[in-house]
Nanobody, 127 residues
Framework: QVQAVESGGGSVQAGGSLRLSCAAS????????MGWFRQAPGKEREFVAG???????????YGADSVKGRFTISRDNAKKTVYLQMNSLKPEDTAVYYC?????????????????WGQGTQVTVSS
């Protein structure tokens, strides 16, 4: 069983930055694909970004065009942690952000591809 715990959410004004962290368990963390999803009220869960395990050359994948160039996903395998750096935040980025773990190490953009999830962390961006 793999566990994931997010941290780093909060409230920020438009144009500000936040860095989300997700600490995961698992001896083979470096081989896991890790994903970030978000869900705004009344909307479906949306793929934000993913990062592949070390055995995959696919690297990082980003979801909506609206986050490209503003959000960066990275990982520290020694700390078993994945990060989502969010810059130039906009009110439409307001959502609960979820970390997801995929033991098969290639990134999936569908939430069904991730069997393990964190509890979510709220990000609120005010205008």
């Amino acid at each position: 069983q793999v566990q994931a715990v997010e941290s780093g959410g909060g409230s920020v004004q438009a144009g500000g930055s936040l860095r989300l962290s997700c600490a995961a368990s698992g001896r083979t963390f470096s081989t896991f694909a890790m994903g970030w999803f978000r869900q705004a009220p009344g909307k479906e869960r949306e793929f934000v970004a993913g990062i592949a395990g070390i055995q995959w050359k696919s690297g990082t994948t980003y979801g909506a065009d609206s986050v490209k160039g503003r959000f960066t996903i990275s990982r520290d395998n020694a700390k078993k942690t994945v990060y989502l750096q969010m810059n130039s935040l906009k009110p439409e980025d307001t959502a609960v952000y979820y970390c997801a773990v995929r033991p098969i190490g290639n990134v999936a953009t569908d939430s069904a591809g991730y069997p393990y999830w964190g509890q979510g962390t709220q990000v609120t961006v005010s205008s």
